[in-house]
């Protein structure tokens, strides 16, 4: 089986997770006390991808190279509308090259998009 997790270095990672878990039907795969004391979490998001989230503090201490490399992130979903709907902040849906898609940020302002499945 091939899945794919994307690392996401955020400043809090409990806000964002906790945003993810609000809006999306999440599963936590897992959860890692890390060297520095803070916390690795993973969650499946039904894009059939998981997102793994680190504190920029840890990854500035033991993976600076990559510090700031945020993608750029299109989901696609069935719920197309009923996500535009339920998300707070999103933007209008709009015509990307023949994809409807909108936008929407987490609490500290990291950028997403979602495409109509």
């Known amino acids: 089986m091939q899945k794919t997790r994307v690392m996401l270095y955020v400043d809090n990672v409990a806000l964002v997770v906790k945003f993810w878990r609000e809006n999306f039907e999440t599963t936590t795969v897992a959860e890692s006390l890390l060297p520095d004391g803070s916390t690795n979490v993973v969650l499946a998001v039904p894009f059939g991808v998981e997102l793994s989230f680190f504190s920029n503090e840890f990854i500035k201490k033991y993976s600076p190279e990559v510090l700031g490399n945020q993608p750029s992130i299109m989901f696609f979903s069935d719920d197309f509308e009923g996500l535009h709907d339920r998300l707070a ?26 495409g109509k499945a």
Do not use: R
């Open 89 to 114: 902040g999103a933007t209008p849906i709009s015509d990307d090259n023949g994809q409807p898609a909108f936008g929407f940020s987490d609490p500290e302002g990291h950028y997403f998009a979602i």
